[in-house]
């Protein structure tokens, strides 16, 4: 019998890769993950309490997770994931509408159709320095906000860039708007040196994936809900609705030691080192793209993709988060006294990055789609597969997703417009990973 996925694991360990991608325990360097045991996956025998009705360690432990006095915090061992699942199915009997950004994660999507939700797009607003979506356009989103019941919003985006959403979340507040934050790359906020949480700014739920930036366990997050957040004790219903009723107290317990590092993290260490990592990137040539988040670095270089830079990169063991057409996009480690982390090493397999002198490319085209709409839950069952251009004012029958970062670029229901067949081309073209597109062919609806 093989063992392909531990004899892989086994040799990429084995070539002493360097991690500058989630998650955050960055292959076991940072943080206290070495007080885990596997002797600790244990289920609730007595003493040990249930993540589903805690009233005991797991409720005091829970408390422990402390970052704003208004809020308090419940362990999610299914990911992020299963808290934007666990507030959208809860507002599901409300009447009126959801409100989301187009650039929301594709679990958003997922719970929609769980509730049979029925959700405008918002107008968007997008980044001149990555070329991605940021948030809602301000100058519009007075006018889309009638008969909402619930907005959910990512923010920091996939690349570290954040909007106004402290002002945003004002003018909700006007109309009595609940909000759910994905703020999933943003467990880290507050540190010193870092943005400020929603949780600053009153979001009725706040979303974070620990495991992405803090050392935690993969799948383990935590969801802040705000002590007066409209359907509180229906949210916490459904808690133990979407997440395993066998839930991994080793997940559990990395949280715990996650916010332990969280809690006594001093953040000069990381500026320093962060600086020097900087200056040896652009000494190669290339440009550190600066957002709001210090710990994502957006690298590009004149007449290079992000494709091209991933694979520099992890030709000298290097592997980033993702790369698109633009930039790869690095997420730091957050170093600290006595971390493991390779650092000489990622420095001097950097300067043997080898960059060619290139012309810059022409200017971006812009071919996302900031338009506002409407998303309505629900399958398309007669369905065919057509080339791209065949499926030109026709409906689309599947989410497009390009993976990483999850986020939906067409939706399902969508009309494919020329602009979207040019995207997806360009996707092809560049070799990216895009679920909902298998051998240059989409689904659409069969009329």
Excluded at 92 to 116: C, E, P, Q
Excluded at 292 to 313: A, H, M, R, W
Aim: net charge negative.
């Amino acid at each position: 019998m093989t063992l392909p996925l531990t004899e892989k694991l086994n040799e990429l360990l084995a070539s002493k890769p360097i991690s500058l991608h989630v998650p955050g325990h960055k292959n076991m360097t940072i943080g206290y993950l070495e007080q885990l045991k596997f002797e600790m996956d244990m289920t609730e025998i007595t003493g040990l309490d249930d993540l589903h009705h805690p009233e005991e360690i797991i409720a005091e432990s829970m408390a422990t997770i402390e970052k704003h006095p208004d809020y308090d915090a419940f362990y999610l061992i299914n990911g992020t994931t299963s808290g934007i699942l666990s507030v959208i199915h809860a507002f599901s009997k409300m009447r009126g509408d959801y409100a989301i950004t187009r650039n929301v994660h594709k679990s958003v999507f997922h719970a929609l159709d769980i509730a049979n939700g029925r959700s405008r797009i918002l107008e968007m607003e997008m980044s001149d320095k990555t070329k991605q979506y940021i948030g809602p356009k301000k100058a519009t989103l007075e006018n889309q906000l009638d008969n909402v019941k619930l907005a959910v919003f990512t923010c920091p985006n996939y690349y570290g860039e954040c909007f106004d959403l402290k002002s945003t979340l004002n003018q909700l507040k006007t109309h009595n708007i609940p909000t759910l934050i994905d703020e999933a790359h943003g467990a880290h906020f507050g540190l010193s040196g870092f943005p400020d949480s929603a949780m600053n700014f009153g979001a009725d739920y706040v979303v974070q994936s620990y495991h992405k930036t803090l050392p935690s366990l993969t799948m383990s997050s935590v969801i802040f809900i705000h002590k007066t957040a409209a359907l509180r004790e229906k949210v916490i219903q459904y808690l133990t609705y979407f997440q395993s009723s066998s839930p991994s107290y080793l997940l559990m317990t990395s949280l715990e030691l996650a916010h332990q590092f969280y809690r006594t993290y001093e953040s000069e260490i990381f500026f320093e080192k962060r600086n020097q990592f900087i200056k040896i990137i652009e000494a190669k040539g290339m440009r550190v793209v600066q957002v709001d988040d210090p710990v994502k670095l957006n690298v590009q270089c004149n007449g290079y993709t992000g494709i091209e830079l991933q694979s520099l990169f992890e030709n000298q063991g290097i592997y980033v988060e993702l790369a698109d057409d633009q930039q790869v996009l690095l997420v730091l480690p957050l170093w600290h006294k006595n971390d493991t982390f390779p650092f000489s090493t990622l420095l001097e397999k950097t300067k043997q990055i080898n960059i060619e002198k290139r012309q810059a490319k022409l200017n971006h085209q812009q071919m996302y789609n900031l338009n506002k709409g409407i998303y309505q839950a629900g399958d398309i069952t007669h369905t065919k597969f057509v080339q791209f251009t065949e499926g030109l004012g026709k409906k689309s029958a599947k989410h497009i997703v390009p993976y990483p970062p999850g986020i939906p670029m067409i939706f399902r229901g969508e009309i494919i417009t020329k602009n979207m067949i040019k995207l997806m081309n360009y996707w092809c073209d560049l070799n990216i990973r895009v679920e909902g597109i298998k051998n240059h062919k989409i689904e659409i609806e069969d009329e």
